[in-house]
């Protein structure tokens, strides 16, 4: 039976954060904290009122968009990549992007409020794990009191959580990133970015970041799971 | 200058909750967990697959709509009831409804899949703070070691998420409310239902809650501020 409910919205913001594509960005927010992203209002909401008292909080709500998966057929199930990338899960029992509404949630750490900027006021976040360009449908402030549930059961997703692996970075090719990205880089690679269910120890993956094309290996031989940079262009 | 970009988004469940009306729905989720709620998926997602593996987390998130506020003007700033209702703060800044695009989110306890019922599967959550009918927009799994934040800067908010008052619930009045209610109600009225900047000792004030008129009156003279049922019908 057809959906025959429905209601516009429309972004408030978009998010300039240092992904020009998928491949790379961190599974969750908060991940990888070193990573920064700005947040610039649609014209409509530039309005510095909009975020008064914003800054008396440390983390927020983000709403938005996987703007790539819009307008996709939905499916019940869909197929965790750190589950390997075979075992069917339900969709509303994931994260996913491909999912109903194709909306995300992230929360994300709130380091200053860029109020004086031509385009401002604009927020600067650590921790996103969005698409450059993102639209940004609501933000709202973190409240650890009603938010926060640490000992929730995190189910499947909390296995793989602490993964990380260790970063092989050679000075010269660490030396080509602008030096307020190598953490972030360093971050994220140490993240594990590739596909779940693709461990090709000989193989020279590619990933966008800052501008920057970063190229490496991961050995799944080695009892450390090591990733090399091998070229940075 | 208005805004072009615009998408549609449609209810994929909608919430049956004892609130029949705004008045009394607690400031926000999970702050009175003896609160029961279904979740039925509209017939499109009415699909056991879709939440498969559920089961395996404590909380969920549900993105929903304000639905008594779509399509107002938005204003930069609101005035929250917990302070007093003569401070203005930027509407990024609070949990309002009044906000563009009329989103809410809320974290609930996940306590049990119906999956046999004949509107099935449907979710039973704890802790829920919508009105009775709200439509859902997405249902996410909680992830603890994203989404929890226990140090988080609390803002103006914290201030006042403590505060309860002493409810007085005379034994015959509160033997009219069916005993499965009995806990969730008085959890609500401790609450203090009363917005935050009406507080008058003399007036008697009525909600609804289960199909139920509930009566009563606060005294915010007593020392432990005390709220007492004066009648239930």
Redesign the interface.
Known sequence: ???T????????AHIHTDFAEKFGIPR????VDALTARIVF????R?A??????E????L?L?W?FSRE?GRP?H??VRPPRLGGNT????????SPC???A?G?S?VRLTGVDTDAPDGPALIVAGADLLDGT?I??????????????????????AT??RRLAVDFPPKLLARVPQDKRAALTGVLAQDPRPGYQHDPGRVYAMSFAGLTVKFTVDDTSPDLRLTVVDIV
């Open positions: 039976m057809p959906n409910e429905s209601y516009p919205i429309h972004p408030i969750q927010a908060g991940l649609t014209p409509e909401y309005v009122e909009a975020v008064r008292g914003i008396q909080y440390s983390h709500w709403i968009q819009v939905w019940p199930t069917r899960v339900g969709v509303f029992a994931t994260r999912r109903p509404n909306l949630l929360s639209p449908f609501d933000i709202k402030p973190y409240l650890p009191y009603v938010d926060s549930h640490p000992d929730a059961a995190g189910g499947f997703s909390a959580a602490g």
